[in-house]
């Protein structure tokens, strides 16, 4: 990957990761949602007790829901949040 | 249309908003939610409501786009607030209206059904014990599925 992915964290995810939001640049390997969790539990924080339990981590690519296996590219916004409240 | 914003809103002049000039309309339905002073029996203070700036007006047009699909809609209505809420203040408000009271009545219901499960806001509660994130809750996700299993009968 070239340009970064734009990470964003929400709620009690961002609260447990100790970061809200930050331009990552994962090695090549890194090509779907999974691996790129994978790869950010090893990148210490509280990133890995955020993603610990991976039922409950919703994930948007660029604003819209995608599942765990959704391809990740250079340039995109993932966003990882808690199943919603609102209403 | 949708709106998200931290201001209150007033029910009757959004209403009255959403209708004027469209003598087609035959019904108009509207569900406001508020925010509740208990929570699993404690006591809640006040909230803070966050969401995902950009998806949340996003999702809730789709969610809206949806609904439009579905029923012969003359005019829909999403407002989301945001930020700090106290007990008993107004937190969404969702509106349909049509020609007649079925497709308004279902529209509603959908919109409101589908926007909790979709919508990306998240509710902090502040109890004597500190600020506690609300789990989702099952029965809401069995709202939504309901509408995805079988077509709203006034469906076109």
């Given at each position: 990957m070239t340009a970064p992915v734009k990470l964003l964290y929400f709620a009690w995810l961002r609260e447990k990761a100790g970061v809200g939001e930050e331009d990552v640049q994962p090695p090549a390997t890194v090509a779907t949602v999974a691996q790129l969790i994978d790869w950010l539990e090893t990148?210490?924080?509280?990133?890995a007790e955020a993603f610990a339990d991976r039922k409950v981590v919703r994930v948007a690519v660029n604003q819209e829901?995608?599942?765990l296996d959704h391809p990740v590219t250079a340039g995109d916004e993932v966003a990882?949040?808690?199943p919603v409240t609102g209403g | 249309m949708i709106r998200v914003q931290t201001d209150d809103?007033?029910?009757?002049?959004?209403?009255?908003?959403?209708?004027?000039?469209n003598h087609a309309i035959g019904g108009l339905c509207s569900f406001v939610g508020l925010v509740r002073d208990m929570a699993g029996g404690e006591a809640i203070g006040a909230m803070t409501l966050e969401?995902?700036?950009g998806m949340t007006e996003k999702e809730l047009e789709r969610i809206e786009a949806e609904a439009q699909a579905r029923w012969p809609l003359d005019a829909t209505l999403i407002i989301h607030r945001y930020g700090r809420l106290e007990p008993g203040d107004q937190i969404v408000l969702v509106a349909a209206a049509s020609a007649h009271r079925e497709a308004a009545f279902e529209a509603c219901h959908f919109l409101i059904d589908f926007l909790k499960t979709k919508a990306p806001f998240w509710k902090l509660e502040g109890t004597p014990g500190g600020g506690q994130w609300v789990d989702a809750r099952d029965s809401d996700e069995a709202a939504t599925r309901r509408w995805t299993q079988s077509s709203g009968k006034a469906a076109e």
């Open positions: 990148q210490g924080g509280g990133r829901y995608v599942s990882f949040f808690p | 809103f007033d029910l009757g002049a959004e209403l009255k908003a959403l209708t004027a000039g969401h995902y700036p």
